[in-house]
């Protein structure tokens, strides 16, 4: 196991002294962050990212994320010229020494959220989902007040795409999906490189816009669309936790001990209603994930890829992107090492 920390760049408040502070902490997650998506990234951004985690001792394995252009996703035409483009990535990034590209298959918005600075009644903040809120604010009847998605699009821009998700319903995703993995998946072969999807956050539709990263029967479905072990999973327990109808650790014992689980986001989540969820401290004590478990799954299941501590609370009076602070990760990464540390530790008696 690899613990390693996201990295956003040179804009992030988080520098890599600190990041290369934290006990136990082996490399970064990061990406380059100025290039539009379905464009190639240069060399030179791709090396100075690495350049810069040496500096700190720290690797540069892990890229989170190289999204995937919408037309890809819409199965557009103009789509092969985004795969190609996404293949000069995986080329480029292989070259550079990463193992793992983090990506995900969401239409439009990648993770849903209705408040990014919920006040908890110990003065910390974190990220929340209500169902109900966030239903309210569909962005088709005009608004365009989702918490953090505000700037990515423009009102128009957003009608349209969605106009032309109107026709796509899971199974011409999953279609779609599996024409984009067998257009990459010999690329990765050849660079070393994994591929590993993020589940959606939360795993269920939204909007009227398919979600289909979702479960145990999507995800088996999902490794048959490609079944070269270079088409894997970032198993996110926050993400597919936030359905407590997800079994986290039976998720993560199957398809790590498949070989298809090449990277792990560790948090947890406490279910606060049916379709409800706050984000807590990583510790089992505070949420509805048993930690312990997560861990010992990996653990057991022989699993030597990367691990990372998800969303944290803003704590100690921190400000900062919401869910990517310094302090609430770093005690997440360290728990996290702890717990993976007594597991190996009693097993060698
Ligand atoms: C949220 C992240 C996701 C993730 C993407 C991967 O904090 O876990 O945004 O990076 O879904 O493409």
């Known amino acids: 196991?690899?613990?390693?920390?996201?990295?956003?760049?040179?804009?992030?408040?988080?520098?890599?002294?600190?990041?290369?502070?934290?006990?136990?902490?082996?490399?970064?997650?990061?990406?380059?962050?100025?290039?539009?998506?379905?464009?190639?990234?240069s060399v030179e951004s791709i090396t100075a990212i690495k350049k810069a985690a040496e500096r700190h001792s720290l690797s540069f394995e892990v890229v989170e994320s190289v999204p995937v252009h919408e037309d890809i996703k819409l199965g557009k035409p103009s789509r092969d010229g985004y795969i190609e483009a996404y293949r000069e990535n995986i080329r480029r990034l292989g070259k550079a020494g990463v193992k793992v590209i983090c990506y995900n298959f969401m239409p439009v918005f990648d993770w849903l959220r209705s408040?990014?600075?919920?006040?908890?009644?110990?003065?910390?903040?974190?990220?929340?989902?209500?169902?109900?809120?966030?239903?309210?604010?569909?962005?088709?009847?005009g608004s365009l007040s989702l918490p953090g998605w505000d700037a990515s699009y423009t009102k128009e821009g957003l009608s349209t795409l969605l106009d032309?998700?109107?026709?796509?319903?899971?199974?011409?995703?999953?279609?779609?999906?599996?024409?984009f993995l067998d257009a990459v998946i010999p690329i990765c072969i050849e660079y070393d490189v994994k591929m590993a999807i993020h589940p959606d956050d939360p795993p269920w539709d939204i909007f009227g816009l398919p979600r289909i990263i979702t479960d145990e029967k999507n995800l088996d479905r999902f490794l048959s669309l490609n079944n070269s072990p270079f088409n894997g999973l970032t198993l996110c327990t926050g993400s597919l936790g936030s359905s407590p109808h997800n079994?986290?650790?039976k998720?993560?014992?199957?398809?790590?001990?498949?070989?298809?689980?090449?990277?792990?986001?560790?948090?947890?989540?406490?279910?606060?209603g049916e379709n409800d969820f706050?984000?807590?401290?990583h510790p089992s004590g505070y949420g509805s994930l048993d930690m312990y478990?997560?861990?010992?799954?990996?653990?057991?299941?022989?699993?030597?890829?990367?691990?990372?501590?998800?969303?944290?609370?803003?704590?100690?009076?921190?400000?900062?992107?919401?869910?990517?602070?310094?302090?609430?990760r770093a005690l997440g990464a360290v728990y996290l090492s702890g717990l993976w540390e007594a597991i190996q530790k009693s097993h060698k008696k």
């Open 1 to 41: 196991m690899k613990m390693t920390f996201r990295w956003y760049g040179k804009s992030d408040p988080v520098p890599l002294e600190y990041i290369s502070q934290i006990p136990m902490m082996d490399g970064i997650v990061s990406a380059v962050y100025d290039v539009a998506p379905g464009k190639v990234w």
């Open 115 to 141: 408040e990014l600075e919920y006040k908890n009644p110990d003065g910390s903040s974190s990220l929340i989902y209500r169902q109900e809120q966030v239903l309210a604010m569909n962005p088709k009847s």
């Open 164 to 179: 032309e998700y109107s026709d796509i319903d899971s199974e011409a995703l999953f279609s779609n999906l599996k024409y």
């Open 247 to 249: 079994d986290i650790p």
């Open 251 to 272: 998720l993560l014992r199957k398809y790590s001990s498949m070989g298809r689980v090449h990277f792990v986001h560790a948090r947890n989540i406490k279910h606060i």
């Open 278 to 281: 706050n984000e807590t401290a």
């Open 293 to 328: 478990e997560i861990m010992k799954a990996l653990y057991d299941t022989g699993f030597d890829g990367y691990v990372r501590p998800d969303h944290g609370r803003m704590i100690w009076g921190e400000h900062g992107k919401p869910g990517y602070g310094l302090y609430d």
